[in-house]
């Protein structure tokens, strides 16, 4: 919901707002495609204003002082709010109308995300979906903030002032061109099927980081690691090109798999856990009725998955 769009956020706010969360006045005037002396101007005045420094001005980033930090809270917590109040009176005309804000995982956009949409907007045509993709732990936080009303991501822990509706639960494979000798061994792979391997690696940012790390801790495997980045879409292209192999679940990469450029091949190492995807959602009371039907899709969207990993 664009509350500034609306007229219910000032635009010193809304322009501090950004400068907090980017660190920078310059990508923020990016973002907004205004120059960076407007934003900075606004930054200027509201700090006059207030009689106090707000951001401490290093060069590389701006950083909040105590009380831009002190600022900035309240205001999440103000937007929340106002976002609250505009999706129930959105709510006294029925499912007809709406905003939903949904933080999305990468893989999760790519794999289910489109096909949830395409059925969903059938029978909501007029409901907007605002999606944000980004990690695990942003992408719950955005919920535990008020600035999500749902989130989908894997390995997470719920917070307190949220819930979870259901979640599923996927084994972490190799993904490798057809071409790739590790495709003739017709078996589950261990660990130390991949020595030699150049390996594409997902880096600190993303949850499947932490799911190979743990997988190749103590195992004493020698690979070559070819890149590291946090885009599984990156990832993707270079392994249909062969040029490295990636380790993760099948979700966002099912298109691939179907057209023959991938294959998927289960790993079995003791003590592997599965990847657990999870769908969270804000509190029962601070669910509108247009969040509350997105989520019902997905539930059923994952359970169904569930099911067929089943038969």
């Known amino acids: 919901m664009?509350?500034?769009?609306?007229?219910?956020?000032?635009?010193?706010?809304?322009?501090?707002?950004?400068?907090?969360?980017?660190?920078?006045?310059?990508?923020?005037a990016?973002?907004?495609?205004?120059?960076?002396?407007?934003?900075?101007?606004?930054?200027?005045?509201?700090?006059?204003?207030?009689?106090?420094?707000?951001?401490?001005?290093?060069?590389?980033?701006?950083?909040?002082?105590?009380?831009?930090?002190?600022?900035?809270?309240?205001?999440?917590?103000?937007?929340?709010?106002?976002?609250?109040?505009v999706?129930?009176?959105?709510?006294?005309?029925?499912?007809?109308?709406?905003?939903?804000?949904?933080?999305?995982?990468?893989?999760?956009?790519?794999?289910?995300?489109?096909?949830?949409?395409a059925g969903f907007w059938v029978r909501h045509p007029?409901?907007?979906?605002?999606?944000?993709?980004?990690?695990?732990?942003?992408a719950v936080d955005l919920v535990h903030q008020g600035e999500a009303d749902l989130a989908l991501a894997f390995d997470v822990r719920v917070p307190r002032n949220a819930r979870r509706l259901t979640s599923i639960s996927l084994p972490l494979g190799v993904l490798v061109s057809p071409g790739s000798p590790l495709t003739k061994l017709r078996r589950k792979l261990k660990s130390y099927d991949l020595a030699g391997e150049r390996v594409i690696l997902s880096d600190g940012s993303l949850t499947l980081g932490s799911s190979v790390e743990q997988m190749f801790s103590g195992a004493f495997v020698e690979f070559s690691r070819r890149t590291k980045t946090n885009s599984i879409g990156l990832m993707i292209d270079l392994a249909t090109r062969g040029l490295g192999i990636i380790l993760q679940t099948q979700m966002g990469v099912q298109t691939e798999i179907s057209r023959g450029q991938l294959t998927f091949i289960?790993?079995?190492?003791?003590?592997?856990?599965?990847?657990?995807?999870?769908?969270?959602?804000?509190?029962?009371?601070?669910v509108s009725e247009a969040a509350q039907a997105l989520a019902d899709v997905l539930t059923s969207t994952l359970e169904a998955m569930r099911e067929g990993a089943r038969d």
């Open 87 to 117: 999706t129930e009176i959105g709510d006294l005309q029925g499912l007809r109308r709406g905003t939903v804000t949904l933080a999305v995982i990468e893989s999760a956009s790519r794999g289910i995300l489109t096909d949830v949409l």
């Open 30 to 85: 990016l973002t907004l495609n205004v120059a960076p002396s407007s934003i900075s101007r606004s930054i200027k005045q509201l700090e006059e204003d207030l009689g106090t420094p707000l951001f401490d001005r290093t060069k590389q980033r701006l950083r909040l002082t105590s009380a831009g930090e002190l600022l900035e809270h309240h205001i999440k917590q103000s937007t929340g709010e106002m976002n609250r109040a």
């Open 266 to 286: 289960p790993l079995s190492d003791p003590g592997l856990s599965l990847r657990r995807l999870t769908l969270v959602s804000r509190p029962k009371g601070e």
């Open 126 to 138: 007029e409901i907007s979906v605002d999606i944000q993709v980004v990690g695990s732990q942003d």
């Open 2 to 28: 664009d509350l500034h769009r609306l007229g219910l956020v000032s635009s010193r706010v809304y322009h501090f707002s950004l400068v907090a969360r980017l660190g920078s006045i310059r990508q923020a």
